[in-house]
């Protein structure tokens, strides 16, 4: 972080136990205390444990987002049917409860990635960086094998890495954000949780980062 160690007092570490984020990832505020001040640093932490393999960043409900992007009624119910919070509008979809994006009209997928297309950098940035007074600054990502490996990112390096690509549908079930893939919580034994909107990474791509 640039900082010189001999100027550092302490360091003190507070998780953010309250944050949304808390079950995908943990959040601390480092407080540092130098000779002449006091500086503060929000970290998102990521532990990992295999080479590659997605994480979630971001899970909520379909209003929450709705809230927050002003996503548009159209666009909404189609979200309603891609995470199951209405039951699909015909029949013969792979899955009764719900319906993928390839199973709707040209004219539905395209509202779709429109809207996202035009909210893209709001929503990179809500979903890696947050809001508020516990915005992330950097990402930190702690790769467990058979040794320790770390990786220490400003968080606006993780914003454009992540969000660099097209929007578009990804194996005709889901969406892709240039390298976040949007899709259907799912399971949770067929609770009403299971029909949230999740935002996936894959966190150890940031190694790949020179």
């Not at 997605?54 to 049917?81: M, S």
């Not at 949007?182 to 020179?210: E, H, Y």
Request: hydrophobic share 40%.
């Amino acid at each position: 972080m640039w900082y010189k160690l001999n100027d550092i007092e302490y360091v003190k570490a507070i998780k953010i136990t309250w944050s949304h984020k808390t079950d995908v990832q943990v959040q601390i505020k480092l407080i540092i205390k130098l000779k002449d001040e006091i500086d503060v640093q929000n970290l998102s932490i990521k532990l990992v444990s295999n080479d590659t393999g997605f994480n979630q960043i971001d899970k909520r409900r379909l209003k929450n987002y709705r809230e927050l992007w002003e996503i548009p009624n159209e666009v909404f119910e189609l979200l309603q049917y891609f995470c199951g919070e209405k039951k699909p509008y015909k029949t013969g979809t792979r899955d009764p409860r719900r319906m993928v994006l390839d199973e709707m009209t040209d004219d539905e997928k395209n509202m779709i990635i429109n809207f996202f297309k035009e909210k893209k950098m709001l929503i990179v940035s809500d979903i890696i960086r947050g809001r508020g007074e516990f915005c992330a600054e950097r990402m930190l990502v702690v790769k467990k094998t058979s040794y320790y490996e770390w990786v220490l990112k400003s968080i606006n390096e993780v914003m454009n890495f992540y969000g660099n690509g097209e929007v578009e549908i990804w194996k005709k079930w889901s969406l892709k954000i240039g390298r976040i893939t949007v899709q259907r919580k799912g399971w949770d034994n067929g609770r009403a949780t299971a029909n949230m909107l999740q935002f996936k990474i894959d966190p150890t791509k940031l190694f790949s980062i020179a």
